[in-house]
């Protein structure tokens, strides 16, 4: 079955660094697309990142741009999230999610787009 499991998180200062990993199994990575999304506590989850895995092509969230890096080891069935130029508001659970058939693109902001999710790992930034 499909899992995704993610691992990274932690409490870093603002203005620091954290990789997000994300282990995949049980579906053809290469022909997916994997997103990020975050979820704070009172609000609403919001996407963050997605990466097609067929040809690496990647977009972001205005929020992030700039900060955030998604990339993929296909060797590896792993997605990452690098994050820099952390903000207390960056904090929140983040999860990743893979669109398995990897054609979602319009709609990739939305969570339903998704067909699987990981458990979700928490980064605090503090200020």
């Known amino acids: 079955q499909v899992q995704l499991v993610e691992s990274g998180g932690g409490l870093v200062q603002a203005g620091g660094s954290l990789r997000l990993s994300c282990a995949a199994s049980g579906f053809t990575f290469s022909s997916s697309a994997m997103g990020w999304f975050r979820q704070a506590p009172g609000k609403e989850r919001e996407y963050v990142a997605r990466i097609r895995l067929r040809n690496s092509y990647t977009d972001y969230a205005d929020a992030v741009k700039g900060r955030f890096t998604i990339s993929s080891d296909n060797a590896k069935n792993t997605v990452y999230l690098h994050m820099g130029g952390l903000k207390p508001e960056d904090t929140a659970v983040y999860y990743c999610?893979?669109?398995?058939?990897?054609?979602?693109?319009?709609?990739?902001?939305?969570?339903?787009?998704?067909?699987?999710w990981g458990q979700g790992t928490q980064v605090t930034v503090s200020s």
């Open positions: 999610a893979v669109d398995v058939r990897g054609n979602n693109w319009n709609s990739r902001y939305s969570a339903s787009s998704y067909d699987y």
